[in-house]
Structures are given as C-alpha cells and as structure tokens.
C-alpha cells in the first residue's frame, strides 16, 4: 500500500490522525468512512484512504481496490440505516468538477423519492465523426500509459 506524506492543512488527513472529530463508521488499516458534516441526505458517508491523495487519478491501484471493496458493504448499511430507497455514490474530482476537499472521496448518498437532490444531469450527443475520435484517442492514452508504466 501506498506511503504518501500527509497534507498538514489537509481536512480529511486530520480526520484520519483522529486531530479534529468525526462520526466514524467504518476503519480498516487503509481506510476511514465517516458521517459528512453538511449532509446532502442524513447518512451521507464519505469514504477515504488514509493516505493522501488529492484526487482519483493519484490513488495507486490497491488503496483503489480496496476502497473499492468497501462500498458494498457501507453502502447496504447505509441504505438499511437510513431506510433509503437507493443511494448515489460519487466523487468529485478538481475544483471545476466541485471537489473541495483535495483528498480523494466517495460520497456515499442515500436517496429517497422527492428528495431535493436532481439527476440526471445535463446529457449532449456526439456528431459525425467525434464518438470514434474520441474513442481513440482515450485509447491512446491508456496504451501510452501502460507503455510508461
Ligand atoms: P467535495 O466537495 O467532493 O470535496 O466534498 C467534501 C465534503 O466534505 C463535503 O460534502 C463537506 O460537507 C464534507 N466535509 C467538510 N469538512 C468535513 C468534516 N470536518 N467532517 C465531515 N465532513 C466534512
Ligand atoms: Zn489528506
């Protein structure tokens, strides 16, 4: 697993270090979930490593994988604690997609009918030939990735 430094001014890392309170909900040795403070629905979660990494693109693959190991089980917990018909799970990444907090999160939202919360977002189409241009060159990027490696 990973060895990053802590961020010093970091929220979620002086969560973590037990510095400032939080609800916790679940630990383990990699990772923290506990009660958001301005909850979106009451039993919004978050879901952190206990490593510091700003967003999702930094998160070495085994602190990905087993935070993602995680969310089953939280999220049927949280769903059954708050008697929520669904839940979203979400994460915000850089500031222009709403991140405010640069170590990387899952919300864990429950979500219940007539709620204030709205979905889906604003959806586009693709043009002529943008779709399979697209497509390539995200392949590209994956093949120069593993080509890096
Ligand atoms: P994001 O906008 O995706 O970076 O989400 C950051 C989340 O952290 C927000 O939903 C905040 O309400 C939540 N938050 C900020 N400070 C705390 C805290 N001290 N304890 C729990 N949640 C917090
Ligand atoms: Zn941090």
């Known amino acids: 697993m990973s060895h990053s430094v802590p961020d010093s001014h970091c929220v979620f890392c002086k969560i973590v270090r037990g510095e ?7 630990e383990t040795a990699h990772a923290v979930a506990f009660l958001d403070i ?28 087993h935070a993602g190991s995680l969310l089953p089980r939280l ?7 708050t008697g929520a018909e669904g839940f979203n799970v979400i994460i915000n990444n850089g500031p222009v997609a709403g991140q405010t907090i640069h170590h ?4 864990i939202v429950p979500r219940f009918a007539n709620d204030s919360i709205r979905w889906p977002w604003p959806q586009g189409k693709y043009s002529g030939d943008e779709l399979s241009q697209m497509k390539s060159r995200i392949e590209q990027e994956l093949e120069n990735a593993v080509r890096a490696e």
Do not use: D
């Open 20 to 26: 400032i309170p939080s609800a916790r909900v679940l």
């Open 38 to 65: 301005n909850p979106l629905n009451p039993g919004h979660t978050i879901l952190v490593s206990r490593s510091h990494h700003a967003h999702l693109g930094e998160l070495p693959e085994a602190i990905a994988a």
């Open 75 to 81: 999220c049927r917990a949280v769903k059954a604690a």
């Open 104 to 107: 990387c999160h899952w919300h």
